[in-house]
């Protein structure tokens, strides 16, 4: 079983920038499709970004393409959000999820999709 704990959250001013990580322990990494899901106040857990297994496939929502790059290194079992461009909108719980999967391709967009998670980190964005 994988493990998930999420760190790099914090304080920024708009238009700064953020790198979030995510370290999973177990064996299993690769075999896990990733993602970066957000919670703002009073909001549901919506999706940020998601990467394949081996990383040949992303997605971003709307809200965050051109600003967000998901990222994982497999031989260290790291997943990574660089966040660029910061908005205060930004701010949020953003957790680190994981779901087993056997395809190359798989890329699921929503929280009931995934079956690990990360305590989260806070990412706050001053105007």
């Known amino acids: 079983q994988v493990q998930l704990v999420e760190s790099g959250g914090g304080l920024v001013q708009a238009g700064g920038s953020l790198r979030l990580s995510c370290a999973a322990s177990?064996?299993?990494?690769?075999?896990?499709?990733m993602g970066w899901f957000r919670q703002a106040p009073g909001k549901e857990r919506v999706i940020a970004a998601a990467?394949?297994?081996?990383?040949?496939?992303?997605y971003y929502a709307d809200s965050v393409k051109g600003r967000f790059t998901i990222s994982r290194d497999n031989a260290n079992n790291l997943v990574y959000l660089q966040m660029n461009s910061l908005k205060p909108e930004d701010t949020a719980v953003y957790y680190c999820?994981?779901?087993?999967?056997?395809?190359?391709?798989?890329?699921?967009?929503?929280?009931?999709?995934?079956?690990?998670w990360g305590q989260g980190t806070q990412v706050t964005v001053s105007s």
């Open positions: 999820a994981g779901d087993f999967t056997y395809s190359m391709d798989y890329v699921p967009r929503r929280s009931y999709d995934y079956d690990l």
């Open positions: 177990g064996r299993t990494f690769s075999n896990y499709v």
């Open positions: 990467i394949s297994r081996g990383g040949g496939t992303t």
